[in-house]
């Protein structure tokens, strides 16, 4: 082979190279930050710090479209780009919860506290009679959740479309269902007179319930972000084996709330 | 490898491919030049707390107030907003990814949403500082004056959030690359010292940030929602609020020093051209030894406010064993400059400034380990003058040795001048001169956090040395910075490899590496190390 010859092929890999290595861009990262930025911190404090409804109204109104186009940007994006290496999305999920369990741990642990430090005088002062039905309806709820899901992967498994979106809607709505008690067992308790702020007791149950049931909110959130591509035929394994490992986590986490909370 | 540097450096500045960006050098620029503006904004708060200290009385100050409202965003973003994405988002994002030979991290998607989760936390902070009710409460936020304040709490509270989310998505991405990315051939006592740090970091940003997270979300709905968990007239606990701040608090001093340690790590191997000393020693015994016990001496913190004695004095036995794997990375440290010709240069000015800081910050940390003397020492400029040492300087130290060593990386060309050196003599010899009297005022008796101190006057004239100390930082800080900008758009450029580093980011990777990082495949012998110098 001449030099001349040599020269061209080596020009031709290096152009070949470049071409293939451009700067990697995505809004989505961006656009979803600057969603849970107008929403979070800046609709909650125009609420609940300048009681400046006009600045919560702003805050939502750009946080949640942000959020929605952000997600679904980045959906589309995962369902189509290949990772660097293949299959690490299923060992990132995992780590993350395990900060996810010492965020509930923090919460366990002031709970445990306050209630330990009461002794004999708990319930506290101004507890009405909480039933122990809801919650235990609520498992059993979640817990089908979990096998129609387990349903639902060993359809995608088989190759069965079809069977997937089907078990995967039953999951979505048992979620539903699930956040449904809560929005009732909320109102039937804040009707009798128990509020965040009512006792110890209160404070602890409220923000363990509600930062479990906002969980199960977001994971209700990845399954439709699933859903939505899979009705037009297009599903990720890894993605859905993520959004459904999620959705265990939850569910065993649900069964720490309701024995400290309801039957301690 | 020199057609690649060509073609990026002529590449024409492209403002959205570096704001929609996914790559992890340009995502760890952003990250340098976020910190830097945090650490430039909270640097101006310190020099406005010791003009106000210079002397007796008020000098401009209006209310006590004021004060702690400087404190509070001087602690919250140095610490915050300037060291932990400093070191685990700039030298961590650039540097570890070309270390092991990957060609960026393992989500680089997940890399862009922690970098902007930090820029619009940035954004936070400072609305919180042109905000009415600025949050006051230091960077602590303790209960029950968090609670009862008019301060702005919640934007604290949301600045924590977003960092705290950022740095939590930071470890998952970081320790899955490491695991997975590494480049072919290369076992796990091969790699750069920096990498084990940075991964030993981010395992306790996992593990200890949600707790932080979890209190200060509690604090907010204690003061916004009216729950009761800090409030003992209710039940509550006012402590709780002070050990779940600490669990996490503690070992982010760790999150800030280990990476710190890596750089200089580094750097003095580098320019000593010698191995790592006792490499598996300092590996596992000590980064490995600070991992497992910094979760479990956070009480140490809490000496003077009420625990019990079997709790203090665990704790203060946990704390005194943290000197054993302390003491083990810095004998590798002075092991690896054993006998070694060692040049010098900016990077390694740093470098021995650093070794210096360890050595004093260490040592005045002992007797405050002890719950005896901790009692006395405990809430004087003694202890401000302790971790301004180890952990505020010393790091901040490694951020500005990172910017000289890999310089050349990052732009392609030189900035080890003699304005550097100029910048570099201001700054240590300014720093020693604010901190050395409130190490000698603090036994005396002179309290921290104080705006005003006329019940101790005789403590003046050290508050005037001090105070000049802390502008000919400032100054020495100012000259770097022009000096870091002037010399990337046209200092001298750089060889592909200035210091002879065998590091792969150094033999493998053009200046400053382009997209994919390595213009060939790297994959590394049984034999090789990052310090194999001695072949």
């Not at chain 1, 995992?94 to 923090?106: A, Q, R």
């Not at chain 2, 700054?427 to 005003?452: C, E, H, K």
Request: with cysteine; proline share 5%.
């Amino acid at each position: 082979m001449s030099t001349e010859a040599t020269h061209q092929i080596h020009d031709i890999t290096h152009e070949h190279h470049i071409h293939e290595h451009h700067w990697e861009t995505s809004w989505a990262p961006l656009v979803l930050v600057a969603g849970i930025f107008f929403l979070v911190p800046i609709g909650f404090s125009g609420h609940f710090v300048y009681e400046n409804q006009l600045m919560t109204i702003i805050g939502a109104g750009l946080g949640v479209p942000l959020i929605l186009a952000g997600v679904a940007k980045w959906v589309e994006e995962g369902m189509s780009h290949k990772n660097l290496v293949e299959g690490v999305s299923i060992v990132g999920l995992p780590i993350f919860i395990v900060s996810e369990i010492f965020i509930f741990l923090g919460l366990f642990a002031s709970y445990w506290t306050m209630r330990l430090s009461a002794g004999i005088n708990w319930p506290p002062e101004g507890t009405p009679e909480i039933s122990t039905t809801i919650p235990l309806i609520m498992t059993v709820i979640l817990v089908s959740s979990s096998f129609t899901m387990h349903n639902a992967e060993v359809k995608l498994d088989d190759g069965d479309n079809s069977g997937f979106n089907k078990w995967l809607i039953i999951t979505i709505l048992l979620g539903c269902v699930f956040l449904g008690f809560t929005v009732f067992e909320y109102n039937h308790l804040i009707h009798a007179g128990f509020v965040p702020g009512t006792n110890s007791y209160s404070s602890a149950f409220f923000s363990i319930t509600g930062f479990h049931a906002s969980h199960v909110f977001i994971g209700l959130g990845l399954f439709v972000a699933v859903l939505i591509p899979a009705l037009k035929g297009k599903t990720n394994d890894s993605f859905v084996a993520c959004a459904s490992v999620y959705w265990h986590f939850v569910d065993v986490v649900w069964f720490f709330v309701v024995s400290q909370i309801y039957f301690w | 490898m020199s057609t690649a540097t060509t073609t990026h450096d002529q590449e024409a500045f492209n403002l959205k491919e570096w704001i929609f960006t996914t790559d992890h050098k340009r995502i760890g620029v952003m990250y340098l030049i976020g910190s830097m503006a945090a650490f430039a904004v909270a640097g101006m708060m310190a020099l406005m707390m010791r003009l106000e200290q210079a002397n007796i009385g008020a000098q401009f100050i209006e209310t006590g107030t004021d004060y702690n409202e400087w404190l509070y965003f001087h602690g919250a973003a140095m610490i915050l907003a300037f060291l932990i994405p400093g070191l685990t988002g700039f030298a961590a994002n650039y540097f570890l990814p070309l270390m092991i030979g990957a060609a960026d991290v393992a989500f680089p998607r997940i890399n862009a949403f922690s970098i902007w989760l930090f820029y619009f936390a940035i954004v936070l902070a400072l609305l919180s500082v042109v905000v009415p009710d600025t949050p006051d409460i230091m960077w602590t936020g303790y209960p029950p004056y968090a609670v009862t304040t008019e301060g702005n709490t919640s934007f604290y509270v949301f600045t924590v959030h977003l960092l705290g989310f950022s740095s939590i998505l930071g470890a998952v991405n970081f320790l899955v690359t490491v695991i997975y990315m590494r480049a072919p051939g290369m076992g796990w006592n091969q790699l750069n010292i920096f990498v084990w740090t940075t991964l030993a970091a981010f395992v306790l940003q996992l593990v200890f940030i949600p707790v932080l997270a979890a209190a200060v979300t509690l604090l907010l709905f204690d003061k916004y929602l009216g729950t009761h968990f800090f409030d003992p007239a209710a039940g509550g606990d006012v402590l709780l609020y002070q050990n779940l701040f600490w669990f996490y608090s503690h070992p982010a001093v760790y999150v800030i020093f280990l990476p710190a340690v890596g750089i200089l790590f580094e750097i003095i191997a580098t320019m000593a051209k010698n191995q790592i000393f006792n490499y598996k020693v300092c590996v596992y015994g000590g980064i490995g030894g600070v991992v497992a016990i910094g979760g479990e001496v956070w009480i140490h913190h809490l000496y003077v406010t009420g625990m019990p004695d079997w709790l203090r004095i665990g704790m203060m036995i946990s704390t005194l064993l943290i000197s054993v794997p302390v003491g083990l990375i810095v004998m590798s440290l002075w092991g690896t400059l054993w006998r070694a010709a060692i040049s010098y240069n900016v990077a390694m000015m740093y470098s021995v400034a650093m070794l210096y800081l360890i050595m004093v910050g260490g040592l005045t940390g002992i007797p405050l380990a002890m719950t005896s003397l901790t009692v006395h020492l405990s809430e004087t400029s003694f202890i401000h003058a302790h971790f301004h040492f180890i952990m505020g300087l010393f790091s901040t130290y490694a951020v500005f040795a990172a910017v000289y060593y890999w310089f050349p990386k990052m732009t392609g060309r030189m900035a080890d001048n003699g304005w550097a050196r100029i910048s570099f003599w201001l700054n240590f010899i300014g720093i020693n001169v604010t901190f050395w009297p409130l190490f000698i005022i603090g036994p005396q008796g002179m309290p921290r956090r104080y705006w005003n101190y006329e019940m101790f006057p005789q403590f003046e004239a050290y508050h005037e040395v001090a105070t000049v100390g802390a502008f000919l930082t400032a100054a020495g800080v100012a000259i770097m910075i022009i000096n870091w900008i002037t010399s990337a758009i046209s200092g001298p450029k750089a060889p592909a490899n200035p210091w002879n580093s065998r590091s792969l980011e150094w033999t493998h990777a053009p200046n400053p590496p382009g997209p994919g990082n390595f213009p060939e495949a790297v994959t590394v012998a049984d034999d090789w190390t990052p310090y194999d110098y001695n072949k």
